[in-house]
């Protein structure tokens, strides 16, 4: 009875794992490519160089990103109350991450426009970020999900939100003296950004661990 129990879950926890490696790996490798595009590039001149490739590269990368996201947001909401709070914050993650996967695939393909995808993607990712830090609250609160993962989903839950906070109030200061908001709140996003492939990895690490033998 127990070996026939146990066995889904041990499948279910590989298969979260797996998909969890696959999100940091990925998204790694997505920030980096976003990184030498920037500098490298020059995307901002409206003269496009060699370089641009780097961009392109780096929206296919985001593709495999989010989508092995998903089971890690279903994963992680099976371990958490099964409360309607709860299923509202899965639902509400598996949707960004899922939104976030069609607007990039739909902006390689061509069939969506770079300026309608980027505000598709915002969105989404401001709703991932709430999901990140709600997850993360309910489960340090709940003592459900290790420490160092609540403690790293609740500092990105609120970075790049809090930037994006920055951001916009810096456009109610007249120049020069918004960058004084600006600055803080880009570098708190990108941060935040950046950063965000570190958690599918600690999720994969304390979480979904390897089965020992």
């Given at each position: 009875m127990g070996t026939t129990t146990t066995a889904p879950f041990r499948r279910a926890t590989a298969r979260g794992?797996?998909?969890?490696?696959?999100?940091?790996a990925t998204g790694i490798a997505a920030n980096v490519l976003l990184v030498l595009f920037f500098a490298l590039a020059d995307?901002?001149?409206?003269?496009p160089n060699a370089a641009g490739w780097l961009g392109t590269a780096n929206?296919?990368?985001?593709?495999?990103?989010?989508?092995?996201?998903?089971?890690?947001?279903?994963?992680?909401?099976?371990?958490?109350?099964?409360?309607?709070?709860?299923?509202?914050l899965t639902v509400s993650g598996v949707a960004a991450t899922?939104?976030?996967v069609l607007a990039q695939l739909a902006l390689v393909l061509g069939l969506l426009d770079f300026?309608?995808?980027v505000g598709v993607v915002v969105a989404a990712i401001v709703v991932l970020y709430l999901w990140l830090l709600g997850t993360s609250l309910v489960g340090h609160r709940t003592w459900l999900l290790p420490r160092p993962v609540t403690r790293a989903g609740v500092l990105l839950g609120t970075s790049l939100p809090a930037g994006a906070a920055l951001v916009a109030a810096g456009l109610l200061v007249p120049?020069?003296?918004?960058?004084?908001l600006w600055a803080p709140g880009f570098a708190l996003g990108a941060a935040g950004w950046l950063a965000l492939p570190g958690f599918p990895l600690l999720v994969a690490r304390f979480v979904l661990p390897k089965e020992r033998s």
């Open positions: 794992r797996t998909a969890a490696l696959v999100s940091g995307p901002f001149s409206g003269s929206d296919w990368l985001m593709v495999p990103q989010f989508a092995a996201l998903v089971p890690v947001a279903v994963a992680l909401g099976r371990r958490l109350p099964a409360t309607r709070w709860v299923r509202a899922a939104g976030i300026e309608v995808q120049d020069p003296a918004r960058w004084a």
